[in-house]
């Protein structure tokens, strides 16, 4: 996030910091919070911040050694080990970052627009981008850069430049929104929308709104929706009185096959226009985005010309499998500097690929000269190790100079995909990022792989959520182990590893050792251990660094046998398994007195680790029953540490055991399918992650009293449409689903499955609802629940993930 350049010393005093220890009074221009993703070092301020789920002092080594000189902290450091640094100390340093962006901003008179809401704020964000951007020179929060970290990241790319600024604004608790508005001081503010749904920290919803409302604090404009009735009673507060209040009311609206027809009322005049997309939520979103540029001063046939030109929001970055072994990043919506260096740095996490492509077009109303804009897109692509770089656009290739030689260049996607470039990706993980414009759906669609049209998708922004929040639930000092077997519960185990290790997850965990091999050759570098490892398969798990579980007498004194035919005399790090009632693998616990002097003979090994599996900790009715697995496993570990004279690390709480056993943490725990937002309970803060999705195929008309499927089990009560969708027990679609047990949807509304499933495909019965060949259908997401689907089909969600089959196309998503 680059910026106007401050003096250190001059930051020191807007701080009113502490100054420890003084390196050279460099210019600083970035901010960074993350030691992974450190750009240009010696511009760099780097913020020490200490959140429940990591603490930013750890990792002022990693940013040191590369090349980062300045620092804000606010715990005790041994300043001696970074001579050259400059540290300025206080007492919180996301204060300070929330500070240091409100100077900042006060450098800038610009108008700037403050979208808030429970949904739809990065959706109007980027729909006023869009709208305005041919007029203004914008800068707005990069994807949903919206919380009182991200605020304050997204207010300090603002440059000298800029003549309008966007910014989103989202908070969790009361009294943080005062903070975003000292940092956005926003002359308009959007309230979206306000749902329920959003209501955890908060009283009530006229709480909520209250917390919302304080963004327009001082702000001379509020746009809003008047269903939202919280809205208007709390702008009668005196406080409110001088803001501008442009409250609008749906009046109708209807839907063709171009799009709908929006009639709404602002100020007690009647406004139409139309839209390509009918769902509600888009039209809600529009009719802000409207308002907003009446009140900026445009006529309202120029802005229902905009409307009409309106495009989809990439609210994500999307992951998929390539052709010729390629991974694709599909980034095809918009193309700005902010933007890139996210996306770039998603492609430098693929390690599963030594050769990193990218494929960009021009960028769009930057606001900056062209020649300086790409020397620095040039500048950008060298610091994140791009090997190939193909460029399309009439400006780029003008600027052809600012880049490597070997550089490729195409006026336009046409000229590109008539190349014969395409062919010639192999084994390369490639990030296509262009805007809107230049229509690189046109590449993914011919670089990714052909599969089957059901999806499943996993959200890994979602998973990442669910990682950190277990880790608020553990002490400081604790491990986490992620569970990656079973193709990471079939959500596929590479890119769920990957996105783990680059969060510093501590351990994986595998079942079997090709597993762990997999994950080894696609670059996975943290310890893995294998639950399950077969004598045949020990000469991979040593070749593959891999750490074994040992669970009896015979694997062990095999496992040792192995070490000494590769002469590996160094211990080797083992886990032993203990069986502390759930019977399954594992030493019982009258034989640890013989294992433990079964393990002082041998100096080929040290134990890791020492763990047992808890059989019920989601069923509160057996907590005796857990807290006895709990003391058993205690005393295990006690009598192993007292007979061999070494700590090692103990862990036994699965994911229900995190949430409800916080005493037996010990120095590790394993997390399953808690990263998946599956727990014994509904808590709010656990994302869904996984969403099953198809297609329809095809759509008929079936008469009263028709059969429809094997068997003739179901019989059209009435005329009706069905929608045919490439889905059936093959994927993963249990049979018990069929004759109506379970409902997918199609366009919001509900459609039951209509006789039996069959093995590729089943039927859905559509009657009256609006959808055509080619529309979504979702089996099952966030709102349509994979717990109730399991209970629909007689088991549990892990037997669910894990039994969707291969065929069906995995899509990761980073929202």
Not at 33 to 44: A, E, M, N, Y
Not at 226 to 251: C, F, Q, V
Not at 633 to 643: D, H, P
């Given at each position: 996030?680059?910026?106007?350049?401050?003096?250190?010393?001059?930051?020191?005093?807007?701080?009113?910091?502490?100054?420890?220890?003084?390196?050279?009074?460099?210019?600083?221009?970035?901010?960074?919070?993350?030691?992974?993703?450190?750009?240009?070092?010696?511009?760099?301020?780097?913020?020490?911040?200490?959140?429940?789920?990591?603490?930013?002092?750890?990792?002022?080594?990693?940013?040191?050694?590369?090349?980062?000189?300045?620092?804000?902290?606010?715990?005790?450091?041994?300043?001696?080990?970074?001579?050259?640094?400059?540290?300025?100390?206080?007492?919180?340093?996301?204060?300070?970052?929330?500070?240091?962006?409100?100077?900042?901003?006060?450098?800038?008179?610009?108008?700037?627009?403050a979208v808030t809401g429970s949904n739809g704020k990065t959706i109007v964000k980027e729909w006023l981008f869009q709208l305005l951007q041919f007029d203004k020179n914008i800068v707005r929060s990069p994807k949903s850069y919206n919380s009182q970290i991200g605020v304050p990241l997204s207010v300090w790319q603002i440059n000298s430049l800029h003549q309008l600024g966007i910014?989103?604004?989202?908070?969790?608790?009361?009294?943080?929104?005062?903070?975003?508005?000292?940092?956005?001081?926003?002359?308009?503010?959007i309230i979206t929308n306000i749902k329920e749904a959003h209501l955890e920290n908060f009283t009530d919803k006229a709480n909520l709104v209250s917390e919302k409302v304080k963004l327009a604090k001082k702000s001379k404009v509020l746009v809003y929706n008047k269903a939202y009735t919280e809205i208007e009673d709390e702008l009668l507060k005196p406080e409110y009185n001088h803001?501008?209040?442009?409250?609008?009311?749906?009046?109708?609206?209807?839907?063709?096959?171009?799009?709908?027809?929006?009639?709404?009322?602002?100020?007690?005049?009647?406004?139409?226009?139309?839209?390509?997309?009918?769902?509600?939520?888009?039209?809600?979103?529009?009719?802000?985005?409207?308002?907003?540029?009446?009140?900026?001063?445009?006529?309202?046939?120029?802005?229902?010309?905009?409307?009409?030109?309106?495009?989809?929001?990439?609210?994500?970055?999307?992951?998929?499998?390539?052709?010729?072994?390629?991974?694709?990043?599909?980034?095809?919506?918009?193309?700005?500097?902010?933007?890139?260096?996210?996306?770039?740095?998603?492609?430098?996490?693929?390690?599963?690929?030594?050769?990193?492509?990218?494929?960009?077009?021009?960028?769009?109303?930057?606001?900056?000269?062209?020649?300086?804009?790409?020397?620095?897109?040039?500048?950008?692509?060298?610091?994140?190790?791009?090997?190939?770089?193909?460029?399309?656009?009439?400006?780029?290739?003008?600027?052809?100079?600012?880049?490597?030689?070997?550089?490729?260049?195409?006026?336009?996607?046409?000229?590109?995909?008539?190349?014969?470039?395409?062919?010639?990706?192999?084994?390369?993980?490639?990030?296509?990022?262009?805007?809107?414009?230049?229509?690189?759906?046109?590449?993914?669609?011919?670089?990714?792989?052909?599969?089957?049209?059901?999806?499943?998708?996993?959200?890994?922004?979602?998973?990442?959520?669910?990682?950190?929040?277990?880790?608020?639930?553990?002490?400081?000092?604790?491990?986490?182990?992620?569970?990656?077997?079973?193709?990471?519960?079939?959500?596929?185990?590479?890119?769920?590893?990957?996105?783990?290790?680059?969060?510093?997850?501590?351990?994986?965990?595998?079942?079997?050792?090709?597993?762990?091999?997999?994950?080894?050759?696609?670059?996975?570098?943290?310890?893995?251990?294998?639950?399950?490892?077969?004598?045949?398969?020990?000469?991979?798990?040593?070749?593959?660094?891999?750490?074994?579980?040992?669970?009896?007498?015979?694997?062990?004194?095999?496992?040792?046998?192995?070490?000494?035919?590769?002469?590996?005399?160094?211990?080797?790090?083992?886990?032993?398994?203990?069986?502390?009632?759930?019977?399954?693998?594992?030493?019982?616990?009258?034989?640890?007195?013989?294992?433990?002097?079964?393990?002082?003979?041998?100096?080929?090994?040290?134990?890791?680790?020492?763990?047992?599996?808890?059989?019920?900790?989601?069923?509160?009715?057996?907590?005796?029953?857990?807290?006895?697995?709990?003391?058993?496993?205690?005393?295990?570990?006690?009598?192993?540490?007292?007979?061999?004279?070494?700590?090692?690390?103990?862990?036994?709480?699965?994911?229900?055991?995190?949430?409800?056993?916080?005493?037996?943490?010990?120095?590790?725990?394993?997390?399953?399918?808690?990263?998946?937002?599956?727990?014994?309970?509904?808590?709010?803060?656990?994302?869904?992650?996984?969403?099953?999705?198809?297609?329809?195929?095809?759509?008929?008309?079936?008469?009263?009293?028709?059969?429809?499927?094997?068997?003739?089990?179901?019989?059209?009560?009435?005329?009706?449409?069905?929608?045919?969708?490439?889905?059936?027990?093959?994927?993963?679609?249990?049979?018990?689903?069929?004759?109506?047990?379970?409902?997918?949807?199609?366009?919001?509304?509900?459609?039951?499955?209509?006789?039996?499933?069959?093995?590729?495909?089943?039927?859905?019965?559509?009657?009256?609802?609006?959808?055509?060949?080619?529309?979504?259908?979702?089996?099952?997401?966030?709102?349509?629940?994979?717990?109730?689907?399991?209970?629909?089909?007689?088991?549990?969600?892990?037997?669910?993930?894990?039994?969707?089959?291969?065929?069906?196309?995995?899509?990761?998503?980073?929202?």
């Amino acid at each position: 996030m680059s910026s106007q350049p401050y003096h250190i010393k001059e930051i020191a005093e807007i701080l009113n910091a502490k100054t420890l220890q003084n390196g050279k009074n460099v210019l600083v221009q970035t901010l960074a919070i993350d030691s992974r993703s450190i750009l240009w070092p010696f511009q760099t301020l780097f913020f020490c911040l200490a959140t429940k789920q990591n603490n930013g002092h750890k990792y002022i080594s990693e940013a040191y050694q590369k090349g980062v000189r300045n620092f804000i902290i606010s715990e005790e450091i041994q300043i001696g080990l970074f001579p050259e640094a400059s540290f300025l100390k206080v007492e919180n340093t996301l204060n300070a970052l929330q500070l240091l962006a409100q100077q900042h901003r006060n450098r800038f008179n610009i108008p700037v627009i403050a979208v808030t809401g429970s949904n739809g704020k990065t959706i109007v964000k980027e729909w006023l981008f869009q709208l305005l951007q041919f007029d203004k020179n914008i800068v707005r929060s990069p994807k949903s850069y919206n919380s009182q970290i991200g605020v304050p990241l997204s207010v300090w790319q603002i440059n000298s430049l800029h003549q309008l600024g966007i910014f989103e604004a989202g908070i969790s608790m009361p009294c943080e929104m005062e903070k975003l508005e000292q940092i956005i001081q926003p002359d308009i503010v959007i309230i979206t929308n306000i749902k329920e749904a959003h209501l955890e920290n908060f009283t009530d919803k006229a709480n909520l709104v209250s917390e919302k409302v304080k963004l327009a604090k001082k702000s001379k404009v509020l746009v809003y929706n008047k269903a939202y009735t919280e809205i208007e009673d709390e702008l009668l507060k005196p406080e409110y009185n001088h803001i501008l209040r442009l409250g609008w009311d749906m009046l109708n609206y209807t839907v063709n096959e171009h799009g709908s027809k929006i009639n709404f009322q602002l100020n007690n005049q009647n406004n139409q226009f139309e839209l390509p997309y009918t769902d509600l939520a888009s039209i809600e979103n529009a009719i802000h985005c409207y308002v907003t540029l009446l009140y900026l001063g445009y006529t309202s046939q120029t802005v229902s010309q905009k409307m009409l030109e309106l495009t989809p929001v990439a609210m994500r970055l999307e992951i998929k499998k390539g052709i010729n072994h390629c991974t694709l990043i599909n980034d095809t919506y918009n193309s700005d500097i902010a933007s890139l260096e996210i996306a770039l740095d998603l492609l430098n996490q693929q390690h599963q690929h030594q050769t990193k492509t990218l494929i960009l077009s021009d960028i769009l109303q930057s606001g900056k000269n062209e020649v300086v804009l790409y020397k620095e897109i040039a500048a950008l692509v060298n610091k994140k190790n791009v090997h190939k770089l193909i460029c399309i656009g009439e400006n780029i290739t003008k600027n052809a100079t600012s880049f490597k030689s070997d550089t490729s260049f195409f006026p336009n996607t046409n000229t590109f995909l008539e190349s014969g470039c395409l062919e010639k990706f192999s084994n390369e993980a490639i990030l296509v990022k262009g805007s809107r414009v230049f229509g690189f759906e046109l590449i993914i669609n011919k670089l990714q792989q052909k599969k089957h049209e059901t999806v499943l998708e996993v959200n890994l922004s979602a998973l990442i959520n669910n990682y950190n929040f277990f880790k608020s639930k553990l002490q400081p000092q604790t491990k986490v182990m992620a569970m990656v077997k079973a193709f990471s519960y079939g959500a596929g185990t590479y890119e769920i590893a990957n996105a783990l290790q680059h969060y510093r997850v501590d351990y994986l965990a595998v079942a079997f050792v090709d597993e762990g091999v997999e994950l080894r050759k696609a670059g996975i570098s943290v310890p893995i251990m294998v639950m399950n490892p077969e004598i045949s398969a020990f000469e991979n798990l040593i070749e593959y660094n891999l750490e074994p579980e040992i669970y009896s007498f015979r694997i062990l004194h095999a496992f040792t046998e192995e070490l000494q035919k590769h002469s590996i005399n160094e211990p080797y790090p083992i886990h032993l398994k203990i069986d502390t009632g759930m019977h399954r693998l594992g030493f019982l616990e009258n034989e640890i007195d013989e294992l433990a002097a079964n393990i002082g003979k041998y100096k080929n090994i040290r134990i890791a680790s020492v763990f047992s599996h808890l059989s019920s900790s989601d069923e509160i009715s057996l907590d005796f029953f857990t807290n006895q697995q709990i003391d058993t496993f205690n005393k295990v570990c006690s009598n192993l540490i007292e007979k061999n004279q070494y700590p090692f690390i103990r862990h036994i709480l699965n994911s229900n055991g995190i949430l409800r056993f916080p005493q037996a943490q010990f120095e590790m725990v394993r997390l399953g399918i808690g990263l998946f937002g599956i727990a014994y309970q509904n808590i709010k803060e656990l994302q869904s992650v996984v969403s099953l999705k198809t297609t329809i195929s095809q759509i008929k008309k079936v008469k009263q009293g028709d059969a429809v499927g094997y068997n003739c089990k179901g019989i059209a009560e009435a005329d009706t449409n069905i929608a045919i969708v490439p889905i059936g027990y093959a994927d993963g679609l249990s049979r018990k689903l069929g004759n109506g047990s379970w409902k997918m949807l199609i366009n919001g509304k509900e459609a039951p499955i209509m006789g039996n499933v069959c093995m590729d495909m089943c039927m859905l019965n559509i009657a009256e609802i609006q959808c055509k060949e080619g529309d979504e259908v979702i089996v099952f997401n966030e709102l349509h629940s994979i717990n109730l689907f399991a209970e629909v089909s007689e088991t549990i969600p892990y037997e669910v993930l894990t039994s969707i089959s291969p065929r069906v196309k995995r899509n990761y998503l980073w929202i």
